[in-house]
Structures are given as C-alpha cells and as structure tokens.
C-alpha cells in the first residue's frame, strides 16, 4: 500500500494551504492509498514526525516555505532508508521548489507531484546540518539578518534586494582562507555565497545555471564592498559571464574547507546558525525528490 504524509505549516509565508488541503489531499489519492495530514504548531514539530514515523511512508510532502523545507530535510538526510520528498510551495520565496520546477499554486503543484517525475538531487552538507539552496557569509547574512518579516511578506523576493543594498554600507570585509581541490584563496572579502540551486530570494540570482546533479557547488566570492560589484553579481547574473581573477571569484567544486577571521555567521538556507571555520561537502544526487518541469538539471 502507497502512503503519503503532507507535513503543513500553516503558519508559513502567504501560504492558503490551509484552505486547501482537502482538495489537495483528495488529489493524491488518485495514486496513493492513504494520505496522512500533519499539521505542525511549532518550530521542529515536522523534524519531530520524520524521526519518528518516516519509515512508514513512500512519499513525504512538505506543505510550505523555504524553512519548513529546510527543517524538513535536515530530518530527512540522516536517514538510512529516505522516502521520496516532494514540495508544495507555502511560504514567501520558495527557493527550492522553484529550482526544481514546481509551479508555486499548490494544487497545481500537487499535479506535477502527480506526474510522478522523480530526480535525484545534490544536498549540501555543512557539519552535521544540511541545505539545498546555498551556505553563505558576510554581506548575505546581513541580508538575512535585516529583512523585516513583515515587509518580506508583502514584498516578498524585493525586499531581500532592498535590504541588500542598504547593507553594503560600512561594511568591513574579513579575512577568508578557502581550501579545495579546485581553487584556494587566502585573502580579503565582504561576501561568499555558495550555492547548491539557483534561487535566492525567490529570484535567479547568484548561480542562475547551476546543475542539481554534478556533485558541485558554485562558489562566488566578492572582495570589495563595492554596491556595484553586489548588483552586478545579484541583478546580473554575473555567473553568465564570470571574469578571472579580479574582484570578483567564481569556482566550482565538490568539498572545500573554510575559515575566515574574524568568525563569520553562517547563513544556510536563510536560516542563520552556526560560524565559521566550516568545512562542506556537495553529497551527489543523494536525495530522491519529485520535480516538475525541472531547469535546474541537465538533460
């Protein structure tokens, strides 16, 4: 017998999911058997439900924004035995469910889940947490650090690029030793972003081509705090173009280990939490994840 859980945060972003789960459950029931309904009421109450009750399903759903997914699979990734995953989008930006395609009207969202496409997808490993957008600190973590919950619902993706500029003034870079494989760098910056999909802010913005499958992570590092060097990496894609050497640094790689001084706040996923030193691993197509019409994969 199929059983699929939605895990649903009501609380999430402009999520309306609320209004619509019966609809939405009785849709999946053209292929699963049994759809169970979770309903969280606070922060971990989903992590919670997947450590206990994970194996009893084939299909996990999570039902809202960028931190209900983020908490939903840093529960999801330790996990020998790791159900299918799938999205629909609840929150504000929806980072990662647009980087796989999911169109960001539920119950349109629920007939992609219906379509059956599965992907295996690259997650992001920073110690012992997980992430599937991008790992990033300095100018980054102000932004995240700076966004008004409130005007973030309103504006949504605006107000991440609003409080980006009005960030960049006096900022003082820091010091950043990265190691790799692919590059090293020993010397000063304001940002580094690395990426693992292709949205930030509900916008394609640092890695607008990047591969959910390669393994690799795309790493942007901006030196100078210079309002002209951010815009050019956020509003024009710079990666399209990247230059060599100079003020602005783009790699990819698999692994790499940094330490900046002084220690930086780590930004992961939109969720600030632990510092730098850090060391992170691209895990390769690790999560089985169904997508929709899928522009962050290469065909």
């Given at each position: 017998?199929?059983?699929?859980?939605?895990?649903?945060?009501?609380?999430?972003?402009?999520s309306t999911?609320?209004?619509?789960?019966?609809?939405?459950?009785?849709?999946?029931?053209?292929?699963?058997?049994?759809?169970v309904i979770?309903?969280?009421?606070?922060?971990?109450?989903?992590?919670?439900?997947?450590?206990?009750?994970?194996?009893?399903?084939?299909?996990?759903?999570?039902?809202?924004?960028?931190?209900?997914?983020?908490?939903?699979?840093?529960?999801?990734?330790?996990?020998?035995?790791?159900?299918?995953?799938?999205?629909?989008?609840?929150?504000?930006?929806?980072?990662?469910?647009?980087?796989?395609?999911?169109?960001?009207?539920?119950?349109?969202?629920?007939?992609?889940?219906?379509?059956?496409?599965?992907?295996?997808?690259?997650?992001?490993?920073?110690?012992?947490?997980?992430?599937?957008?991008?790992?990033?600190?300095?100018?980054?973590?102000?932004?995240?650090?700076?966004?008004?919950?409130?005007?973030?619902?309103?504006?949504?993706?605006?107000?991440?690029?609003?409080?980006a500029a009005?960030?960049?003034?006096?900022?003082?870079?820091?010091?950043?030793?990265?190691?790799?494989?692919?590059?090293?760098?020993?010397?000063?910056?304001?940002?580094?972003?690395?990426?693992?999909?292709?949205?930030?802010?509900?916008?394609?913005?640092?890695?607008?081509?990047?591969?959910?499958?390669?393994?690799?992570?795309?790493?942007?590092?901006?030196?100078?705090?210079?309002?002209?060097?951010?815009?050019?990496?956020?509003?024009?894609?710079?990666?399209?173009?990247?230059?060599?050497?100079?003020?602005?640094?783009?790699?990819?790689?698999?692994?790499?280990?940094?330490?900046?001084?002084?220690?930086?706040?780590?930004?992961?996923?939109?969720?600030?939490?632990?510092?730098?030193?850090?060391?992170?691993?691209?895990?390769?197509?690790?999560?089985?994840?169904?997508?929709?019409?899928?522009?962050?994969?290469?065909?």
């Amino acid at each position: 017998m199929q059983r699929a859980v939605i895990i649903l945060n009501p609380a999430a972003g402009k999520s309306t999911m609320v209004n619509q789960i019966g609809i939405i459950s009785d849709k999946l029931k053209q292929r699963y058997e049994e759809v169970v309904i979770y309903t969280t009421e606070a922060a971990g109450d989903g992590a919670a439900y997947i450590g206990k009750h994970a194996s009893e399903f084939d299909l996990i759903i999570g039902a809202g924004g960028d931190g209900t997914v983020h908490e939903l699979i840093n529960a999801l990734c330790p996990l020998e035995r790791r159900p299918l995953f799938a999205i629909l989008p609840g929150g504000t930006c929806n980072d990662f469910s647009r980087a796989i395609g999911m169109n960001q009207d539920p119950l349109l969202a629920v007939e992609q889940i219906l379509a059956n496409q599965v992907k295996q997808v690259d997650v992001g490993k920073s110690g012992s947490r997980y992430f599937l957008n991008f790992w990033g600190i300095g100018l980054i973590t102000l932004v995240s650090n700076n966004v008004d919950s409130d005007k973030k619902e309103r504006f949504g993706k605006l107000s991440y690029y609003i409080s980006a500029a009005q960030s960049i003034t006096g900022f003082e870079p820091f010091s950043l030793k990265i190691k790799s494989a692919d590059f090293d760098y020993d010397d000063t910056a304001c940002l580094l972003v690395i990426g693992n999909g292709a949205f930030t802010g509900g916008m394609r913005t640092f890695f607008p081509e990047t591969d959910l499958e390669d393994g690799k992570f795309d790493v942007l590092i901006i030196k100078e705090t210079s309002m002209e060097l951010a815009w050019k990496a956020i509003a024009l894609k710079l990666t399209n173009e990247m230059p060599e050497g100079g003020a602005i640094r783009y790699f990819k790689t698999g692994k790499l280990s940094i330490e900046a001084s002084p220690g930086q706040e780590i930004d992961c996923d939109g969720e600030i939490g632990d510092r730098t030193p850090d060391e992170l691993e691209n895990l390769k197509q690790y999560l089985s994840v169904l997508v929709g019409d899928f522009p962050g994969f290469r065909n």
